[in-house]
């Protein structure tokens, strides 16, 4: 058990927050005011290695550990959450499941193009009527000859707007519950499918891109099935395990940028002739979201090493994906708090990690049901 990063590790990490810093930082508050999605910067982020992440290189991923992935991650995420959770989007839900369910040409044909950011990826799993209960999904697949002809309305999709393929999960018959969930490889372009932006505004999260997208009629080859029959429930949800992994890493990272705001603020600000990081209240924030980053900085990497490791870690990811983000709202919280009326103000970044942590208890299994599988793994089974 070695605590230190170093070596090839320390190297990745550095290179991920010096691309945070050059390229996201800059233009991290206009894009979330303005709701833009910079198309250019999925070609740098594939540049950079950062969206081959753990994928192997044989395919054109970075052959990174999955520590190494996290901590890239939990450098992105002290910048710009949009962006992180485009990584976690592309390289753990779609390309782990291409890599996982994908016949020798799809992967091929798809996966360097999606480690180099040429090609966009959307994960279309949740549905109006099945959010957390995914296996209620009601998005149909019926068999047409040799081709599947897809109906179905998903919402909240990632990506949905701009992508150049989607990942999306269909019943071929709803009374098989789980073991008839199965999941396709639909073109952007097909016809037959409708996309428009989510309704309302986001409250965070607002340089990614999220649609409804409307299946009416689209027409699929059977060569365009990832995996087999019924296959599509497991894959998915391991694909949800490893984007666990890259949300704790985002819930870090905002914990991260929350803890350096508030000590530059507290060390700058005066209030009764002293700064306020001298007054004892401000002193115990600044602790308590220190020891949140800290034990779920630790957390995160302990899930990531077991999955090194070869491990299951159902368990361990959901451990660290629920107590990372509680920490990020609650660091977030605090740190617009010790900003005063400046924090309430989009002057100062804190309000947009407060706004961006609330997204991150929510997708990938929400704060409820993390606490409900760590339970059920503590739990022994009824018999
Ligand atoms: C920014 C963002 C990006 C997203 N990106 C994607 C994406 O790329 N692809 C995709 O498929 N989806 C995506 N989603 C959707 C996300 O995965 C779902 O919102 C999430 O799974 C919850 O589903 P729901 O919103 O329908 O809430 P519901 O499932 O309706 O839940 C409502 C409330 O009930 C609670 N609840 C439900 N069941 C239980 C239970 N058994 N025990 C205890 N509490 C329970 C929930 O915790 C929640 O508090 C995204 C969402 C957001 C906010």
Redesign the pocket.
Known sequence: MDFTIQGEDLRIREMAREFALQVLAPYARAADENRHFDRTKVVELGRAGLLGGFLPRALGGSGWSMTQWALALMELGAVDSSWR?FCT?QTA?CGGLLWKLGRADQQQSLLPALCAGERIF?????E?E?????ASLQTRARRDGDDWIIDGT???????GVADHIIL?ATVDPALGKKGITAFLIPGDAPGLTRRPVEGM?L??RA?N?AILRFEGVRVAATAMLGEVGSGFEAGMAGLENGRLGVAAGAVGIQMACEQACLQFASARKQFGKRIGDFQLIQEALTDMHVGLESTRLLTLRAASLRDQGHEALRELSVAKYAACEAAVKAADQAILLHGARGYSSAFPVERFYRDAK?LQ????????Q??IIAKTLLPRTQ
């Open positions: 959770g989007v839900l959307a994960f279309a799993l949740t109006p099945a959010g957390t209960d995914v998903k919402h909240w999709i990632t990506n949905g999960f986001e965070g999260h990614s999220h997204g929510i997708y990938e299994g929400t704060a409820h049901i606490r409900v």
